[in-house]
C-alpha cells in the first residue's frame, strides 16, 4: 500500500478507541452540492471501531473533489450511475 512511513508511525493505536490501526483500500464518498462522487484510497483502519484515518494530502485532495462538485466541474469524473432519495415511512 501507498501510505507514508511518517504517516503510519504517526498513529500508533486508533485515536478514538485504542484499537489496532491496519491499512486498508477504501472507498470514500464526497459530496458536494447535490453531487457525490466516490474515491478509492489508502487509510488507516481500526480494527475495533472502524474510524478511518487520511494523510493530509488525501484529505485536501478530498476538499478539491468537493469543490467540484459544488461548481459542477464534473468533466473530469466518470458517470456512473443515479442516485435517488426514497421517502421516508
Excluded: N, W
Excluded at 507514508?4 to 470514500?28: D, H, I, M, S
Excluded at 474515491?39 to 467540484?68: M, N, S, W
Amino acid at each position: 500500500m501507498a501510505l507514508k512511513r511518517r504517516f503510519k508511525e504517526a498513529f500508533a493505536a486508533c485515536p478514538v478507541c485504542g484499537g489496532e490501526l491496519v491499512e486498508k483500500r477504501v472507498a470514500k464518498l464526497l459530496r458536494g452540492g447535490t453531487d457525490t462522487a466516490t474515491i478509492e484510497v489508502d487509510a488507516l483502519v481500526c480494527q475495533h471501531c472502524g474510524e478511518r484515518l487520511y494523510p493530509e494530502e488525501t484529505v485536501r485532495h478530498f476538499e478539491r473533489i468537493r469543490a467540484k462538485l459544488r461548481r459542477g466541474e464534473t468533466q473530469d469524473m466518470t458517470l456512473v450511475g443515479s442516485s435517488y432519495e426514497a421517502p421516508s415511512d
